[in-house]
Structure formats: C-alpha cells, structure tokens
C-alpha cells in the first residue's frame, strides 16, 4: 500500500532521506497546533496573531536549549567507547550519573536566583540569558571534545580529570538552562487567560517532545555524520540563531507588543500597587500547599521522566548481545517516539484539563500518574521482553502531560502572573531536584561496564538480570506522584477580583 512513498523516499538524496522525520515532524505539529481545541475569551485575531509569534519563537528557543541539554546523553555513546587513562571508558554509567547529577543539582537550586530575577526583570530578560549562556558552555564543551578527539595541548588534564571538568562545564550550562522554563512561564502568564492555559500547557508539552527529538534523533543523526563534537557545536549555533529572533521579537506582556494587556484570572489578576520583595513572595509560596505538593509531585515527576530518558538507550545498548534491542524500531527512533509521546501527553491532559474538568489540573495529574504506576509495575516483569520500549514509550507520554499541566500551566495558575518566575522556579527546581535523586541513585545501583580489546561492552552492564534495579526505583516514586496528585483534585487558583 505504502509502496509507492517508500519508492519516493529512496529515490531522495541521502541526507534529504535522513531530515525527512524532521521535516514530517514538524509539519504534523504545526497541524496538530492548527487544530487545538480552544477556549474562546474575546481574543480578536489580531491578537492572537501577535500572541502566536510572541511564543512560537520563545518556544522553539526552549526546545534547543533541551537539545544543548540532553546532548551529554547523546555524547555519551561515543565517550563512552574512548578509553581513560586507567583503560575504563571514559564516560561510564557511573561517570554520566556523576556529571548529570551536579548539572541537575545546579539546575534545581539556580531556581533560587533566577526565579526571583526573572520577576524582576522579565521573561525576555530571562530567555536571552538562557540562550546566550548555553551557547557559549556547548561551545566550550564542543572545544574540551574536540581536544580529547584530536590529542590537544589539554588532552592528558581533560582524561585525567574527565568527571571534573565536565561536571563543571555541564552545571554552569545548566545553570543557564533553569532561565528556560522560568522565561517560557513568565512571557506567556500575561499572553493566556487562565481559562486557556490548558492548551498552553499541551502547547508546553508538544515544545519539550520537540526539544527531546532535537536532542535524541537529531543528536543521533549528528554524531553520526558529522562527529561527536558537532554534538555540542551545533545546539550553540542554533541558540545564537533564536537568540536573536528572540531580542526583536519577543515581548513581555500583549501592551508592549501593541495589545491591550488583560486580565488573566489567576491568583495575582487584581493585584496594584508595588511588587512584594522576592523573599517575602518566596515564603509565601513556601506556605501554599498547593503549590509545595504541586512541587512535590514535580519531585517525583523529574525521577521518572529522566529514569526512562536517560537510560532505556544506555540498557538497550548495553545488554544488546542478550536481548537485541538494539536493533529494534524504537531504539532507533527513540527521539521521535519520545516526541510523539509527548506531544499526545500534552494535547490529552490540556483538552480534558480545560474541557472536562474546568481547568482543573489535578484529575489530569491524578489520571497521568495512574498510568506512570501500572506502566512502573508492569516493567519489573517484562523489561527483558521484546516490547519493553513500546511499555517506556508509553509511560513516558503520562509522565510528559504531567509536567506540561504542571510546570507549564499549574505554576501560572496559582503563582499569578505577577509571581510567576518564583512559582515556577520552586515547581521546576523540584523537578530536577529529583532527576539529581535519579542521578545520584541509579550511579549507584546500576551495574558498571567494561570494554573488551575490541571497545564492546562487558561486564555486568552486559547481563540484563543486574538491570532489575532500574524499574524497581520507579515504583515508590510513582507511588507517591500518585497520592499527591489526587490531593490536588479540586485546587483551583482564586483571583483577588472577578476575571475580564
């Protein structure tokens, strides 16, 4: 039936056949936005228009500031068959978990800073930032490769100290990294009436899936044709490319892109006179419960959507003479998946978010978790079958949805507007507070590999039976996301006056 677009297809040349997903991709996502479900609020066209090109760039900003994020995932695969001095590899599960783990610790805590500042001084602030750092630290992690690749004057330091210096290279991107999702919240707060804000969060949803194909099948595709140190050079382009659309277009709120400002409905809508001081509003949000449990959910949200992402591929990979995944649909178009995963995550949990159940985003958390348990549970059992990447893939469409209704849309909610860096910076520095536990915990229980005379993988990491410990810390996680999430079933923001 197909015979004729597989023709097609071969007919192109190479490396047109190798961007054709992305291409594909990306004409289904801009369908898929096309065609959301809306909530109308007296929004004229105009104004959506403006709306529409406020976040799309700001948005596809974020998604490259994931590709510049999880490329250390994707170099792994190549340092991790480069020998250290000591003959280990250089960057073994123990090593990536080390470097991940202080890069996701910085990323948490940075929250801290940036969330204040970024109510301070605006999301557009707070996205320059983000991007210009990132590229700069890609940059300089692309020159550290290309040193080890090609022996350079810094070749025995960086083999020597390898953990070291990455670990310090990755947490200071990351540092830049924690502007992103405070920015993308922050811009938008005063764009979205609250009544909308769940298809600004399937929206929040499909610009992560986005990020993660960019980061995985992209990353892939230029490790493989272009070298490892492209990996981290061409997420810098791109970010110096957004970085730019981003300081002539992006505005902070509709009135100083020529709109009307609005009001938005959510817990600052009413609120005049001067800004509370940041400590004052952080306490505050410390007390809120919704709020911390929203945060707390987040926690274990990180754990397990960073459990499936970061290490499927790794388990795939490593335990591929035993079980051949490897070779397998999913591992090879695992980015793909993982963005089409996540794209339905976010479009499901925004529409009934907003259509069933009031904008209430509790029921959909709740929902979402239900699946991350079942999917957790069933994994312990079957994670050496055949189709255990369909079971990841799955999961990780629910654990997607909840961080878009949350982190994306639940911080605007009920940080407000006005408060919405600090909001998002508590909910989202939770979220990679727990990949940190993730990190530092499959470090540890994760079995160590070895490389035979030929760069093969050996060792323990080699036999599933020593892999069981990677699903098994899913559980409690899923668990706890659980209960929370159904202690949020019927949280709603309060605004201080009646919402336009």
Not at 199 to 219: C, H, N, R, T
Not at 306 to 323: C, E, H, N, P, Y
């Amino acid at each position: 039936m197909f015979d004729w677009f597989h023709a097609f297809h071969d007919s192109l040349p190479q490396w047109l056949q190798e961007f054709s997903p992305v291409v594909i991709l990306l004409v289904i996502v801009g369908l898929i936005f096309y065609r959301l479900p809306t909530v109308e609020v007296g929004h004229d066209k105009g104004f959506k228009r403006r709306r529409l090109m406020n976040w799309l760039p700001l948005g596809l900003t974020y998604a490259f500031l994931y590709m510049g994020r999880y490329n250390l995932k994707i170099s792994k695969f190549a340092f991790e068959e480069m020998k250290a001095l000591d003959d280990s590899p250089l960057m073994g599960n123990a090593d990536f978990g080390v470097i991940f783990m202080w890069g996701t610790i910085v990323y948490g805590v940075s929250f801290l800073i940036n969330g204040p500042l970024t109510d301070r001084l605006g999301g557009r602030f707070s996205i320059l930032m983000g991007a210009g750092g990132a590229m700069v630290l890609n940059a300089l992690m692309g020159l550290a490769s290309w040193s080890l690749l090609h022996h350079g004057p810094m070749f025995d330091s960086l083999s020597a100290h390898f953990v070291v210096i990455f670990s310090l290279l990755y947490s200071v991107n990351m540092y830049f990294q924690s502007f992103g999702a405070v920015a993308i919240v922050k811009v938008n707060a005063p764009w979205f009436h609250v009544r909308e804000r769940g298809v600004f969060g399937a929206i929040f949803g499909i610009l992560i899936s986005l990020g993660i194909y960019f980061a995985f099948d992209l990353g892939d595709m230029i490790l493989t044709g272009m070298g490892l140190v492209w990996v981290f050079f061409m997420p810098a382009i791109l970010l110096g490319i957004f970085w730019l659309l981003d300081f002539f277009i992006v505005r902070n709120r509709p009135s100083l892109a020529g709109q009307e400002d609005f009001n938005t409905g959510d817990a600052t809508s009413g609120q005049e006179g001067p800004r509370m001081p940041a400590l004052k509003v952080f306490m505050m949000m410390a007390r809120n419960p919704i709020i911390m449990t929203i945060a707390a959910i987040e926690f274990c949200s990180g754990f397990l959507r960073q459990s499936i992402m970061q290490w499927f591929r790794t388990f795939a990979k490593q335990t591929d003479v035993a079980l051949g995944l490897k070779s397998s649909f999913v591992y090879d178009n695992w980015g793909l998946l993982l963005c089409i995963a996540g794209i339905t995550g976010g479009v499901i949990a925004g529409s009934i978010s907003d259509h069933a159940f009031q904008s209430r985003r509790g029921p959909v958390a709740g929902l979402l978790y239900g699946v991350m348990l079942a999917g957790a549970v069933l994994l312990v059992f079957t994670y050496q079958m055949p189709w255990v990447g369909w079971l990841v893939v799955l999961m990780s469409m629910a654990v997607i949805g909840v961080h878009g209704m949350l982190s994306g849309t639940a911080s605007m909610d009920f940080g407000g507007a006005r408060n919405a860096g600090i909001a998002v910076g508590i909910i989202d520095g939770f979220v990679y507070l727990g990949t940190a536990v993730m990190s530092g915990t499959y470090a540890l229980i994760l079995p160590d590999e070895e490389l035979d005379a030929a760069g093969r993988i050996t060792g323990a990491a080699a036999d599933p039976a020593n892999w069981r410990a990677w699903p098994l810390a899913m559980i409690p996680m899923a668990i706890i996301g659980l209960v929370l999430a159904f202690r949020l079933w019927n949280a709603k923001p309060k605004p201080k006056t009646g919402s336009a």
